[in-house]
């Protein structure tokens, strides 16, 4: 894809396309700090999951390429068939899936698992955003209806997998793909209304009513898993409670690359994945949060500047998706290990161990940059 | 796009500008806040010590074979507090992961030979995918933890089992004793055997880090102190592996064989074969006391031990259906030594000239004193015989008359004359423990003295304690042909007859040759020890050597049938059979032979329970382990059936 005089690559975003990267280094930085020590004590390599992200890494670039090779409005007319294609692999896990820390959802494929859930995010805010174009200038109620069958029926699958997180993440991300594509105020105030309802009924039908706001999507979350609420509401607690003195003791310089006394005791658990903001936090202090959360500021404004930048409404559909999920996640990830959001399984972008996470973010990446570079053609 | 659009496009930017602050904000207030920052800090106050183990020393044979040594093991643990209903779906799940039972994970769970204060230990040598399971799937594995141990590896099997011993945990009871010496709880120390007779030298020292440490006892920051410990050093033993395998498999070839043989005793009860429930054997050095071999039989699997004994397996090898192979019957058992001990009286009543060498004695098949008769096995009967023949042919009559001879002299009054057997035994170490490192048992050799405090300790009214104190002619009588009270342990008898082979010294044995630390260099050397010289006159030792090597190779020696076709020009043997009575049991059957291989002179014992003659079991047991020492390559042992007319 050399740049040419006409190849669009040459009104490629550089800042887009190279904060991944820079965010992806430092993830393999922190995944190695976090592992190392639990991977030698257990006999293996301390390289063990930086070798197996990078690999996810190279994957998700060459996903990136080709996405970025095939013009996006060709996707935008194939969105059914993007969308039609993920839902047997959403219930084929279902069916063959391997359960894996109370969510049963993926698949072995040899040494490496597949997550479809992830790439069904994308997926579902492909499909919305393709018919919300199609039908971009009469959004009434019964188009509605069908927006959110299509990203309510990708949520179901995905809820039945016991994955939370996941589910909250399409939630938010459809909602702001119809909210832009048109949804009108009252439509959107009885979707808020009827949100909140089911929150509230959970609220006071349930034991629940003491607990936090935070908890119930913990108790939520548990109680959709099979048979260990007790257990894992003390492992919530846990891992919020070594989370924040891990970042707590970072204070504003942090304690140093591969000093964090939390990290290197292993007393985060998922720190590699789930938590692996809290080495961020603890080694490299608020210096090292503060800079990392305005990288993706800058990545999530560069996704919101190609929303406003589109030659088409297609393009600012997915862009908001995209920078929907993107930030919904880093909002969720990194305000969970600091205690002002519920625990749940959700990846922090580039920054998780985690390969199915990793090219399905590079893919989306891949899909905004392609309308960002196609903006004059 | 449409300025709709564009304004709601704005709003999510707005929204999201919020969401980034907030985060921010929340940022700044957990890092900077200065009561959280000082409430770490101001914890930093008290260190603790962690211990690791350091590789336990290697434990070889006296030519560098390696009998045990460490090795790395991945073993899986479980936490010890999980509810029921936990650990039985961990041990479930981790039976599925492993693919082992789930009775055996649970019997490991559940034994009470490991420290109820540690994790408990359910299977070792996991396989790093299966360890990467578990590491994966914490959730999944509640309490279970993969952690890398040293554990024990016994190359040659269970070779010289009780001899070797094992490792275990610390005994709670040992622990303050221990304390000073930095053992823990749950950490391993030699429990028995050379594991436990060389526990300094094998053990090391452990590496001890300082560190600081947090309330919830985290480590902070670097060690403060470091001592980095040292490996074990390696401990060689004088056991030959060559001779112990050799005597091993003799000896359970002739205990198996002595099971197919028939008890005669009992032969008006019906047809009943040996039980011959257990056995040993002792080859010893004879010119420096450095046992090359001690066997003992029923044995046990070293391997059992590995990672903590599950109750399963400790229940079978303390069961007494099964023998007791725990203990070390060579330096443990205790026996009547029978004709064995003919050496000790002979030597006894030529010192004290009570009767020379060449003075007959006519054997009339049985002697009678006091109202009592005592008899020749099967009542047999010799005619005259002096000292050589005596032995050869294993007259009991002969040395019932000088136990007699004895009790006289000693009823006269001339009380150090007349206990002549019992200083002589001594002398030759019996009744007294032989000082080797392993455990052991005095024996006895019963005077006037013990009887009379055995009897007032055992007996309750005045006069039955004054009426059993009583040193009777008959006592005198069956201490000279090694019965009645008088019990040894086969290492006793083999050194005592090492004693007499060599000239007079009586060695201490002994089973460490010389140790080594972890870059090769000796660091110890053990040197051989005298416990006393005698002085024998010399044609008195030829005379017993004599008669010692009629029992072997003429026709009417003891042990003849069991030496029929044995190169004796090649390969000369001295020996002397023994069989002793147990009340209620069938015979110990004894065999003790001196013998050159290999250029150097060694002692030969076996005894065996309830087996026979000395000449029916023991006696082909030791002519085996000979054979294979001189390079014979014998085949299986083979036991003489009573009808081929052994006797003794």
Known sequence: MAASETSPLRHADPVLLALPFAISGLGLL???????????????????????????????????????????????????????????????????????????????????????????????????????????????????????????????????????????????????????????????????????????????????????????????????????????????????????????????????????????????????????????????????????????GLLVWRLWRTALLSSDFFGTLLAVGVLAIFAFQIFENIGMTMGIMPITGIPLPFMSYGGSAIITSFIAIGLVANVNMRRFS | ???????????????????????????????????????????????????????????????????????????????????????????????????????????????????????????????????????????????????????????????????????????????????????????DIGLAGAEYAFESQLRGRPRRETISVDPTGAQVGEPVKIDTGAVGNSVYLTIDSNVQRAAEKALAEGILGARGLQNTDLASTGLVNFTAPAGSVVVLDAQDGSVAALASNPTYPLEDWVGGISTANYAAITN???????????????????????????????????????????????????????????????????????????????????????????????????????????????????????????????????????????????????ENSVWYPGDNILSAVGQGDVVVTPLQLANAYAAFANGGTLWRPHIEDHVVDARGKVVATTKAKAIRHLTFDPNVSATILAGLQGSVDQSKGTANAAFQGFPFNLFPIAGKTGTAQVNGKGDTSLFAAIFTANGKQYVAVAVVEQAGFGAQTAAPIVRNIIESMTGQHPGIVHVIDANNNPHD
């Open chain 1, 30 to 296: 922190m995944i190695y700090s976090s592992s190392r020590t639990r991977l030698a004590r257990q006999g293996m390599s301390q390289f063990y999951y930086v070798e197996r992200q990078s690999l996810a890494l190279v994957l998700g670039v060459i996903a990136m390429a080709v996405v970025l090779a095939i013009d996006y409005r060709r996707i935008r007319d194939m969105w059914p068939l993007v969308y039609v294609a993920v839902l047997p692999l959403l219930i084929g896990v279902l069916v063959t899936g391997r359960t894996h820390k109370g969510a049963q959802s993926w698949f072995q494929v040899g040494p490496l698992q597949f997550q479809p859930s992830e790439i069904t995010k994308v997926a579902v805010v492909v499909a919305v955003a393709g018919y919300c174009h199609h039908h971009r200038d009469d959004l009434d109620a019964g188009r509605l209806a069908v927006g959110l069958a299509i990203a309510g029926i990708a949520m179901a699958l995905v809820f039945l997998q016991h994955d939370l997180g996941t589910t909250l993440v399409i939630l938010v991300c459809s909602f702001a793909v119809l909210v832009v594509a048109g949804l009108r105020p009252v439509h959107i105030g009885v979707l808020v209304l009827i949100g909140v309802t089911l929150v509230g009924a959970a609220v006071v039908t349930g034991k629940v009513a003491a607990y936090r706001v935070d908890r119930i999507v913990g108790f939520l979350d548990q109680s959709s898993g099979s048979n260990k609420t007790a257990t894992q509401q003390t492992q919530a607690e846990y891992s919020l409670q070594e989370s924040k003195i891990a970042i707590v003791n970072g204070g504003f310089a942090g304690e140093g690359l591969f000093k964090g006394r939390q990290t290197n005791l292993s007393y985060v658990p998922e720190q590699h994945t789930d938590f692996i903001f809290t080495v961020v936090g603890e080694e490299l202090g608020f210096f090292g949060g503060a800079t990392l959360i305005g990288l993706y």
């Open chain 2, 320 to 466: 007494p259906a099964s023998n007791f192979p725990l203990v070390n019957r060579a330096t443990q058992g205790l026996y009547a030594p029978g004709s064995t001990f003919k050496l000790v009286t002979s030597l006894a009543m030529t010192k004290d000239r009570v009767r020379g060498i060449g003075d007959y004695y006519t054997d009339v098949g049985k002697f009678s004193v006091g109202g009592t008769t005592f008899r020749n096995a099967k009542d047999e009967q010799f005619g005259p015989v002096n000292l050589q023949q005596a032995l050869t042919v294993s007259s009991d009559a002969y040395f019932y008359t000088v136990g007699n001879d004895f009790w006289n002299i000693w009823d006269r009054g001339d009380h150090r004359r007349g206990l002549g057997i019992q200083s002589e035994a001594r002398d030759l170490g019996f009744g007294a423990r032989t000082g080797i490192e392993l455990d052991e048992n005095d024996g006895r050799v019963p005077d006037p003295a013990w009887k009379s405090a055995y009897a007032h300790a055992n007996y309750k009214t005045a006069k039955a304690k004054k």
């Open chain 2, 1 to 187: 796009m449409s300025d709709n659009s564009r304004v709601r496009v704005s709003i999510v930017g707005v929204v999201i500008v919020a969401l980034f602050s907030t985060l921010l904000v929340r940022l700044w207030f957990l890092q900077s806040g200065p009561e959280d920052s000082l409430k770490v800090q101001a914890v930093l106050d008290s260190t603790s010590v962690i211990q690791t183990p350091t590789p336990r020393g290697e434990i070889k044979d006296r030519n560098g074979v390696v009998l045990v040594r460490d090795r790395a093991s991945w073993a899986v643990t479980i936490d010890r507090d999980l509810s029921k209903r936990s650990s039985d779906k961990v041990i479930g799940q981790l039976a599925e992961l492993l693919h082992l039972k789930i009775e055996q994970l649970r019997s490991q769970y559940l034994s009470d030979r490991q420290s109820l204060l540690q994790p408990a230990i359910v299977a070792l040598d996991v396989s790093q995918p299966d360890r990467l399971e578990i590491l994966q799937d914490p959730q999944n594995y509640p309490g279970v933890r993969v952690k890398a141990l040293t554990v024990r590896e016994y190359p040659r099997g269970s070779l010289a089992a009780q001899v070797l011993g094992y490792v275990g945990e610390v005994p709670s009871a040992d622990l303050p004793r221990l304390k000073k010496l930095h053992y823990g709880p749950g950490d």
